[in-house]
């Protein structure tokens, strides 16, 4: 959930996307700074990776999908309002691996911009009250 403790995890480096097997917990903070008065579609895109895990794909508290390492499916639309284009974000990714893995390269990439749209208010987390 965003903005509870993660003081006690094992701090990591974005270019060690090594995991052993068990669960993984990776998670940062991102801040958009996308044009106003624009309707901008973003996904979240898995590249390459090694070994067989998956990643659950939670952005600010919302669970948004599941990528399975060496699946068909690897961009993951991330919907205005749980994706804040104004604000602050948390990604966090719970990775499973069954055997010594490499996840990703993650990143943020647009899937269209248009000029215009309805203005979109930020849907709260779950559980977490705002």
């Known amino acids: 959930m965003p903005g509870r403790g993660d003081r006690s995890w094992s701090a990591g480096s974005p270019a060690d996307r090594r995991v052993g097997p068990g669960v993984t917990w990776f998670r940062t903070s991102l801040r958009l700074d996308l044009p106003e008065g624009h309707d901008a579609a973003l996904t979240l895109r898995f590249g390459g990776g090694t070994g067989r895990h998956r990643a ?19 961009d993951f639309t991330l919907p205005a309002g749980v994706l804040r284009h104004d604000g602050g974000n948390t990604l966090a990714l719970a990775v499973v691996a069954e055997e010594e893995s490499t ?8 899937v269209a911009v248009h000029r215009g749209g309805v203005k979109v208010r930020a849907v709260p987390a779950p559980g977490a009250g705002g």
């Open 103 to 110: 996840v990703g390269p993650v990143s943020l990439a647009p």
């Open 56 to 74: 659950l794909i939670f952005v600010n508290g919302w669970n948004m999908g599941q990528y399975v390492g060496g699946g068909v499916q690897r």
